[in-house]
């Protein structure tokens, strides 16, 4: 069968329901059947709220696979950019020295969730006998777009497993970094997680949980038809708080928050905490088949191990009720580890057109793989279960 790559310059121009049946039918091996950030819902809200606009940085350019009678059968989402924010993948390195040595890094292609470090498909191909075929042409396309819009590169982050090996099967070089999610092995309740714990872990998260809600503060979780925009209003306060305290510039709008409420509340959690009548601090995590994602956290009043509370603890409770198998927790973060979260490798797949920066960027990459290998390796054995669950 023969395939047309078309490109997309946003997801107006893309019927949802096509986008989301190559999206939902992508998942592969161990990954959640449901992944929310590359729903039509989700990437769509990026765009019509302008957070992802070529006035942010991120000019959408999705690429798209057809068949002969003009059906979607793949597609990729991927931005235009003209900086490295707001990827979680650093890559600065490279374009300063690409730039002292007298090259152009920027434009570059992003195959991406924009803000969004959460391992998921990238080349939305349904699983069947022409999939690996569908994957070829959209890296092809990618390759393509890449040429005719002269940028230096292609980066495709958070790989699920079979992306990564299409991507590095055609050359790209492969590059790991770490975070850390929660499992669930069956556990009924918070306790029976708490069981499977170091005596002197297990007593840590008590003491934290118990002092968190210290001064009559209480935990609500809001999912559904349940968020209004009130508790958008409140979160989107928080949000900013955190945002500005730590980058200056948060990449997410008001108007997002309202979209992503119309379009996907069924997918959202918001783990909000009150005090004295009003919302102090709360988390946003999206739900999916299998696991919760957690993603942003914001506060308007200190108050020790809240963070914990509302973006750890509190997940993994949800996720026990739920039965969801994981918590993704975001990047980065090695105090998750005495929270009860395992050190998990996460990869992405790099292009670079100019011979010479790719051949330094693969010497690099050699080496900080097998770093981060060494990392995951040490970090695991310090986790804080009990050995061979025996009695401590």
């Known amino acids: 069968m023969s395939f047309q790559v078309k490109i997309a310059q946003g997801l107006k121009a893309v019927p949802a329901a096509g986008w989301d049946a190559c999206a939902v039918a992508a998942g ?4 959640d059947p449901f992944n929310p950030f590359v729903s039509h819902a989700f990437l769509s809200a990026l765009e019509d709220s302008g957070c992802v606009a070529p006035e942010t940085g991120w000019m959408p350019v999705h690429a798209l696979v057809e068949d002969r009678t003009g059906r979607l059968v793949g597609a990729a989402p991927c931005y ?10 650093f890559d600065h390195s ?17 195959v991406a969730v924009p803000f969004t470090p959460v391992t998921g498909p990238r080349l939305l191909v349904p699983n069947g006998p022409q999939a ?26 958070f790989l699920q497993r079979t992306d990564l090996e299409a991507f590095t099967g055609q050359g790209f070089l492969q590059r790991d970094d770490q975070q850390f999610h929660w499992f669930n ?19 840590a998260i008590r003491r934290e949980r118990r002092d968190a809600l210290a001064d009559g503060i209480a935990i ?67 739900i ?10 914001g506060c308007i009043e200190e108050h020790p191990f809240l963070h914990f509370e509302v973006c750890y603890y509190q997940a993994i409770e949800f996720a026990i009720a739920r039965g969801l198998d994981r918590v993704e927790a975001g990047a980065q973060g090695e105090h998750k580890l005495a929270r009860g979260y395992r050190p998990v490798i996460t990869s992405s797949a790099h292009d670079l057109a100019d011979p010479s920066l790719r051949r330094a960027v693969q010497a690099y990459l ?27």
């Open 185 to 203: 092995e069956g556990y009924g309740s918070f306790e029976d997680f708490l069981e499977a714990l170091a005596s002197r872990k297990r007593k």
């Open 94 to 110: 490279w374009a300063d020295a690409y730039t002292r040595a007298g090259g152009r890094y920027y434009p570059k292609l992003q």
């Open 80 to 89: 235009l950019k003209s900086h490295s924010m707001g990827e979680y993948v």
């Open 220 to 286: 609500e979780w809001v999912t559904g038809g349940d968020i209004t925009e009130a508790h958008w209003d409140a979160f989107f306060a928080f949000y900013m708080d955190t945002g500005s305290r730590k980058w200056g510039r948060p990449y997410l709008n008001r108007q997002f928050f309202s979209l992503i409420g119309e379009r996907m509340a069924e997918r959202i959690l918001l783990v909000m905490a009150k005090r004295e009548g009003r919302y102090i601090a709360g988390a946003i995590n999206f």
């Open 288 to 297: 999916g088949e299998r696991r919760l994602y957690g993603r942003n956290w």
């Open 366 to 392: 050699e080496q900080e793989r097998l770093y981060v290998a060494e990392a995951n390796d040490e970090l695991t054995e310090a986790a804080p279960f009990r050995r061979n669950r025996d009695k401590d």
């Open 132 to 157: 690996a075929g569908i994957r070829s042409h959209l890296i092809s396309g990618l390759r393509a777009l890449r040429d005719q819009a002269g940028a230096s590169s292609i980066h495709a982050t």
């Open 28 to 31: 592969s091996g161990d990954d």
